[in-house]
């Protein structure tokens, strides 16, 4: 099945930590994005890619890092300059241009203790 | 960037009464609009979406959500709301070179 792959479904790192997100997909998309997802502030755009090798900041990147060596992964790393890790991240991509629908992966939740 | 406002955070409202979302995006070329909606504890589903045409859209169970460009509004619509319609609902635009943006989300309540 097509779809998008998001792992681990919960994730817990200390402190200090840099902990890397991974998202991979299937269906031949060439646009990939991140989202942080908090009660009451909607999805939040951290950073998105439209081609392999090529990434643009969103709203709130300080603190993350990505990459997009692959057209297929689009790994989010959040640093430990990020102030506030604790959200639920979300994965999602397009296929055909701006006139497509966005496709969302099912999420990871991490914790920062 | 383009931003995305819904005024409404969270909405309550009694089965089989009518529905109006409010949402405003700020970019004032052309822009590609959707709704979505995240059940509890399931992903974000596409409920609508507005490209170009018509500007009254239909989606899925029964929403709908008219595009009035001059005042930068994308409103979902629902007649007659059902229990199962609880959620939270979010509009989103995708103003140029895929740069999606979301509202805040408003999250609809509907008692039985």
């Known amino acids: 099945d097509g779809g998008i792959t998001q792992s681990p479904k919960y994730l817990f790192r200390k402190e200090g930590q840099n902990v890397t997100l991974s998202c991979e997909q299937n269906?031949?998309?060439?646009?990939m994005y991140w989202y942080r997802q908090d009660p009451g502030q909607g999805l939040r755009l951290i950073y998105y890619?439209?081609?392999?090798?090529?990434?643009q900041k969103g709203d709130i990147a300080e603190g993350y890092s990505v990459s997009r060596e692959k057209k297929e992964s689009f790994p989010l790393t959040v640093t430990s300059a990020q102030k506030n890790p604790t959200a639920f991240y979300l994965c999602?991509?397009?296929?055909?241009?701006?006139?497509?629908?966005?496709?969302f992966g099912p999420g990871t939740r991490l914790t920062v203790l | 960037a383009q931003s995305v406002s819904q005024h409404n955070h969270h909405v309550i409202l009694s089965e089989a009464a009518s529905l109006e979302l409010g949402c405003n995006y700020s970019?004032?070329?052309?822009?590609?609009l959707f709704w979505y909606v995240q059940y509890p504890g399931q992903h974000l589903q596409l409920l609508l979406k507005?490209?170009?045409?018509?500007?009254l859209v239909k989606g899925i169970k029964g929403f709908e959500a008219e595009f009035i460009k001059s005042k930068f509004s994308f409103n979902l619509r629902k007649p007659s709301v059902q229990w199962s319609d609880t959620a939270e609902y979010f509009c989103?635009?995708?103003?140029?070179?895929?740069?999606?943006?979301f509202g805040a989300g408003t999250r609809l309540t509907v008692k039985p």
């Open positions: 989103a635009v995708n103003a140029y070179a895929n740069d999606m943006r």
């Open positions: 890619s439209q081609i392999v090798n090529d990434f």
């Open positions: 970019y004032g070329g052309t822009v590609n």
């Open positions: 999602a991509s397009i296929g055909g241009g701006s006139t497509d629908t966005q496709y």
């Open positions: 269906l031949n998309h060439d646009a």
């Open positions: 507005y490209f170009s045409g018509d500007p």
